[in-house]
């Protein structure tokens, strides 16, 4: 079984910085991809960023391209979220998520089969 948990969520004022950490155990890495998914009060949860094992490609949501950035350190079994020029809209509780499902696309949340316990991020303007 995979193990995700995520951390480094907290509060900022909009503009400034959070790095979210991913650690993993089990059997994550392999050739499949990782994750970033938020969910606000009363909104669906949404894709925030993925990365793939097989060739490092990255894919971002719309809303948070060339302020986010994911990346992994397989030594450390972890992925990152780098989170800069914060708004308040990103506020949500974040998920990391490994993807399991090809079938699939990468910016579903049915295309993950494990998912971290979530980690808060608020953004204060």
């Known amino acids: 079984q995979v193990q995700l948990v995520e951390s480094g969520g907290g509060l900022v004022q909009a503009g400034g910085s959070l790095r979210l950490s991913c650690a993993a155990s089990?059997?994550?890495?392999?050739?499949?991809?990782m994750g970033w998914f938020r969910q606000a009060p009363g909104k669906e949860r949404e894709f925030v960023a993925a990365?793939?094992?097989?060739?490092?490609?990255?894919y971002y949501a719309d809303s948070v391209k060339g302020r986010f950035t994911i990346s992994r350190d397989n030594a450390r079994n972890t992925v990152y979220l780098q989170m800069n020029s914060l708004k308040p809209e990103d506020t949500a509780v974040y998920y990391c998520?490994?993807?399991?499902?090809?079938?699939?696309?990468?910016?579903?949340?049915?295309?993950?089969?494990?998912w971290g316990q979530g980690t808060q991020v608020t953004v204060s303007s």
């Open positions: 998520a490994r993807r399991g499902n090809y079938y699939n696309p990468y910016h579903s949340p049915t295309a993950y089969d494990y």
């Open positions: 089990g059997r994550t890495f392999g050739s499949d991809a």
């Open positions: 990365i793939s094992w097989i060739d490092g490609s990255t």
